[in-house]
T-cell receptor, first 111, second 113 residues
Framework: KQEVTQIPAALSVPEGENLVLNCSFT??????LQWFRQDPGKGLTSLLL?????REQTSGRLNASLDKSSGRSTLYIAASQPGDSATYLC??????????FGTGTRLKVLA | EAGVTQFPSHSVIEKGQTVTLRCDPI?????LYWYRRVMGKEIKFLLH????????ESGMPNNRFLAERTGGTYSTLKVQPAELEDSGVYFC???????????FGPGTRLTVL
């Protein structure tokens, strides 16, 4: 049974700091892995999608890596800003349709 | 292109009452998914429609939950009768093909008192 764990559960950093969010999953047989952002009261915004054959994806200040063999992904945020404050969710797709989510990391970037 | 929409955004009901949540997927998306997040837990899959057919309802918690997608357009999720543990945020997502990226709606926050 696939389980997804995110560490840390919460993180508070000063503005400008580079930071890493971690995601681990128990079964390496995944179709893809996706990082989402959720703002309070809002839906999920897709940040980066990494297919199982890829090692990393980049978008602006965000970089996500995937190591299937070790069951790990990291989301790197460069030069953090107060607007980055949100909950970050990692989700894996073991097959072609449903996502299995982690519990998320609540990030607060202090001005 | 309009995104996935959900109605209502919030619902507060008493234990034993019935609530119906609605999801309108992105136009042209045959695949529709329901997920929910209960307090302190991760978002969990409930079920998956392809057009009007249920492909996988393995995540539905019990028979108090009924999902429909008549005509293959919008979907409803009915909870009858609602229990306290049903409180949480119910998300809907849609995709064009079942291996495509899913786009999520804003969710419906359900509170059962």
């Amino acid at each position: 049974k696939q389980e997804v764990t995110q560490i840390p559960a919460a993180l508070s950093v000063p503005e400008g700091e580079n930071l890493v969010l971690n995601c681990s999953f128990t079964d390496s047989a995944i179709y893809n892995l996706q990082w989402f952002r959720q703002d309070p009261g809002k839906g999920l915004t897709s940040l980066l999608l990494i297919q199982s054959s890829q090692r990393e994806q980049t978008s602006g200040r965000l970089n996500a890596s995937l190591d299937k063999s070790s069951g790990r992904s990291t989301l790197y945020i460069a030069a953090s800003q107060p607007g980055d404050s949100a909950t970050y969710l990692c989700a894996v797709r073991p097959g072609t349709y449903k996502y299995i989510f982690g519990t998320g990391t609540r990030l607060k970037v202090l001005a | 292109e309009a995104g996935v929409t959900q109605f209502p955004s919030h619902s507060v009901i008493e234990k034993g009452q019935t609530v119906t949540l609605r999801c309108d997927p992105i136009s042209g998306h045959d695949n529709l998914y329901w997920y929910r997040r209960v307090m302190g837990k991760e978002i969990k899959f409930l079920l998956h429609f392809v057009k009007e057919s249920k492909q996988d309802e393995s995540g539905m918690p019990n028979n108090r939950f009924l999902a429909e997608r008549t005509g293959g357009t919008y979907s409803t999720l009915k909870v009858q009768p609602a229990e306290l543990e049903d409180s949480g945020v119910y998300f809907c997502a849609s995709s064009r093909a079942n291996d495509d990226e899913q786009f999520f709606g804003p969710g419906t926050r359900l509170t059962v008192l």
